[in-house]
């Protein structure tokens, strides 16, 4: 499913990557996810309608089931799960809440968000019953208000613990796990990204192992948005590298994600710049190879259980971003990889140049690539 950011690079062309790319991230939160998320937002409000309508034929009396009440019952069931939505917004990554609970451990993390949504559930559950039946009876405040406090508070523990799994193994692994999609080796055709930190080793020495892991971890957790933003999905962190992959596809205004992703996460980086300076004295510096290919993506492991990701298309990557140190430039991408994409205007590509990979008989053509 295309998002709203690629309709308006097919709309407008690469041309206006960039700019479309900066409209997308100057938009609201909760504009922006529900750019993002329409199909499912328009789920939550059509389960909502049916579930207040399934509530309303098993529990109330049968003088009570005419056309009104089936009506206001829907309602109600959009009001609740219309909240749950705009809770998980509001507590998402994106959000300064949501990124303030990121930090915390997770139990912390899980705890607390069930109760924002359990207290928003409550409050928007009494308002609607007001509103809609004109009275709050005695019954509904001695009965169903416990129940739908109970009820909230439980749905948003399972909801939390979900979130924090998905988190923990991610969302590849886990849909893998429950539907077997990667239990036996597939092949698929991805671009992959290899981006590390600069000068890691030199920063260790000069701050200390600790403090340079705390400056990575911040760095990891800023950059999550902009590949969020391009539609990017993190496959590895390893060390201070990160490894982010987008399907092949046969739009060449697509395929140039990985480009503008890249430099998306320049611009945040430089715009964090102070913050960088003032908590760690360093603004970090990285480095990213880019290719195309076909990658085999299995499940390995038993007691921990991982995905895997295999072929001449990592070490490809993996090499290109060497080769950025080599060259001392900052984005390197193969030759492969620019003939599947068109690139966008504002960018230079560099004359192409012979670079052998480890275990590769035939060297691979490098372009650097410069704002």
């Known amino acids: 499913m295309m998002s709203r950011l690629d309709h308006e690079i097919k709309a407008r062309g690469p041309a206006k990557l960039a700019g479309a790319a900066e409209s997308a991230i100057g938009r609201s939160v909760f504009r922006r996810i529900a750019a993002r998320q329409s199909g499912v937002l328009v789920g939550y409000l059509l389960a909502g309608f049916v579930g207040g309508l399934a509530y309303r034929l098993l529990h109330d009396e049968p003088a009570e089931r005419d056309l009104a009440n089936f009506l206001r019952s829907g309602l109600h069931g959009v009001g609740l799960f219309l909240t749950v939505w705009a809770v998980q917004a509001s507590t998402g990554a994106r959000s300064p809440l949501g990124a303030a609970l990121r930090r915390l451990p997770l139990a912390a993390d899980v705890i607390l968000r069930a109760l924002v949504m359990t207290a928003a559930l409550t ?175 299995s499940e390995c492991g038993d007691a921990k259980r991982q995905l895997a990701y295999f072929g001449d298309t990592m070490n490809v990557a993996a090499r290109l971003c060497e080769y950025c140190k080599t060259i001392n430039r900052r984005l390197v991408v193969s030759g492969e990889l620019l003939r599947l994409m068109q690139i966008p205007d504002g960018l230079e590509v560099g004359e192409g140049k012979s670079v052998a990979a480890r275990g590769r008989q035939e060297p691979v053509e490098a372009h650097v690539v410069e704002h």
């Not at 923990?168 to 597939?186: D, N």
């Not at 600069?198 to 950059?223: C, K, P, Q, Y």
């Not at 430089?270 to 195309?292: M, N, Q, S, T, W």
């Open 123 to 297: 409050v928007v559950g009494a308002s609607l019953q007001l509103v809609l039946y004109r009275s709050v009876g005695e019954s509904w405040l001695t009965l169903d208000l416990p129940m739908i406090v109970a009820a909230s508070f439980a749905f948003s523990m399972v909801v939390g613990v979900m979130s924090g799994i998905r988190r923990l193994v991610g969302a590849a692994l886990l849909t893998s796990v429950l539907l077997g999609t990667y239990h036996r080796p597939t092949r698929r055709r991805l671009i992959v990204m290899f981006l590390d930190l600069a000068n890691s080793t030199r920063l260790a020495e000069a701050m200390g192992e600790l403090r340079v892991h705390d400056l990575i971890t911040r760095f990891f957790f800023d950059i999550d948005e902009p590949i969020g933003d391009f539609d990017g999905a993190v496959l590895a962190y390893v060390g201070d590298e990160v490894i982010v992959s987008w399907p092949v596809t046969d739009d060449p205004a697509r395929n140039a994600r990985c480009l503008a992703c890249f430099f998306a996460i320049e611009r945040k980086i430089a715009g964090l710049a102070p913050d960088y300076e003032a908590k760690f004295g360093v603004v970090p510096a990285f480095r990213a190879g880019i290719h195309a290919g076909a990658v085999v993506v």
